[in-house]
């Protein structure tokens, strides 16, 4: 299979499904929002941005099945699946507040082999496949070189389920103001984990997260020559509900940090 190949492909796909949201953005209503949860929002735009990619990545791998956020393709167990969050950052959205973005991982047999983050609010693409560099708008991206957590600008997510982790979380937000350049909250795991992959952020860490937040872009910082755990400092990122990425160079010490504090 050419991955390049497939990758301009899906990247075609996100661009037009883009511009079906941000179309409607401009004329979008509270009315519109439904709940699946007290602090989670769900609106036509994210089934309908996912009915759209469903259909059109069908095309390119018939027999391939789909693990997407809103459900509308079921989940199945074929050696090729679709990862996708057809609008990561919907509260952003709803409120007209990028960033939001696109997210879509392919996996074979469980391993991530492509990746394509289309960020709405600039417009950037970020992508990589199987073999390849990491690269936004065909310019050739890496994590930074920051080797000290004291030197760099941490990106994480605010829970808005699972607070039994909210004590451990506050610690980490107290040890990260008083310890590096700062830390910041944009509202869409793709995107704080693709600039990683740019270097606008050192390193991401975020718990309660699921497979179509994190595949894509992880798989990128993979591309760009950083490295990515769970909470445990394994490997269970993709299913575990937990991350840790980062560059290379400060991953080791980003990594006892957060499992320090969150297995204490």
């Given at each position: 299979?050419?991955?390049?190949?497939?990758?301009?492909?899906?990247?075609?796909?996100?661009r037009?499904?883009?511009?079906?949201?941000?179309?409607?953005?401009?004329?979008?209503?509270?009315?519109?929002?439904?709940?699946?949860?007290?602090?989670?929002?769900?609106?036509?735009?994210?089934t309908?941005?996912?009915?759209?990619?469903?259909?059109?990545?069908?095309?390119?791998?018939?027999?391939?099945?789909?693990?997407?956020?809103?459900?509308?393709?079921?989940?199945?167990?074929?050696?090729?699946?679709?990862?996708?969050?057809?609008?990561?950052?919907?509260?952003?959205?709803?409120?007209?507040?990028?960033?939001?973005?696109?997210?879509?991982?392919?996996?074979?047999k469980?391993?991530?082999?492509?990746?394509?983050?289309?960020?709405?609010?600039f417009?950037?693409?970020f992508?990589?496949?199987?073999?390849?560099?990491?690269?936004?708008?065909?310019?050739?991206i890496?994590?930074?070189?920051?080797?000290?957590?004291?030197?760099?600008?941490?990106?994480?997510?605010?829970?808005?389920?699972?607070?039994?982790?909210?004590?451990?979380?506050m610690h980490?937000?107290r040890?990260?103001?008083?310890?590096?350049?700062?830390?910041?909250?944009?509202?869409?795991a793709?995107?704080?984990?693709?600039?990683v992959?740019?270097?606008?952020f050192?390193?991401?860490?975020?718990?309660?997260?699921?497979?179509?937040?994190?595949?894509?872009?992880t798989f990128?910082?993979?591309?760009?020559?950083?490295?990515?755990?769970?909470?445990?400092?394994?490997?269970?990122?993709l299913?575990?509900?937990?991350?840790?990425?980062?560059?290379?160079?400060?991953?080791?010490?980003?990594?006892?940090?957060?499992c320090?504090i969150?297995?204490?």
């Amino acid at each position: 299979m050419d991955l390049e190949k497939l990758c301009r492909q899906v990247m075609d796909i996100a661009r037009e499904t883009g511009e079906f949201i941000l179309g409607e953005q401009k004329k979008f209503s509270s009315s519109s929002i439904e709940k699946k949860g007290k602090q989670n929002f769900v609106t036509y735009v994210d089934t309908g941005s996912e009915k759209m990619l469903v259909k059109e990545l069908r095309k390119l791998i018939p027999d391939a099945g789909f693990i997407a956020e809103e459900g509308t393709a079921g989940q199945s167990g074929e050696a090729w699946q679709w990862i996708i969050d057809p609008l990561d950052g919907t509260t952003n959205f709803i409120h007209g507040l990028p960033p939001y973005a696109i997210s879509i991982a392919l996996a074979h047999k469980g391993v991530i082999v492509l990746g394509v983050v289309y960020e709405l609010g600039f417009k950037e693409f970020f992508y990589a496949w199987k073999g390849s560099k990491a690269y936004m708008d065909g310019r050739e991206i890496r994590v930074s070189k920051t080797g000290k957590v004291a030197s760099s600008l941490i990106a994480t997510g605010f829970p808005y389920t699972y607070f039994e982790r909210i004590d451990p979380f506050m610690h980490s937000v107290r040890y990260f103001m008083k310890n590096s350049h700062g830390l910041r909250r944009l509202g869409s795991a793709a995107t704080d984990l693709v600039y990683v992959a740019c270097g606008r952020f050192e390193a991401f860490y975020e718990y309660g997260l699921n497979s179509w937040d994190v595949a894509a872009g992880t798989f990128i910082i993979q591309q760009a020559g950083g490295k990515a755990c769970d909470f445990d400092g394994k490997d269970d990122w993709l299913f575990g509900g937990t991350i840790i990425a980062s560059n290379s160079d400060m991953f080791g010490e980003f990594k006892e940090v957060i499992c320090k504090i969150f297995n204490t």
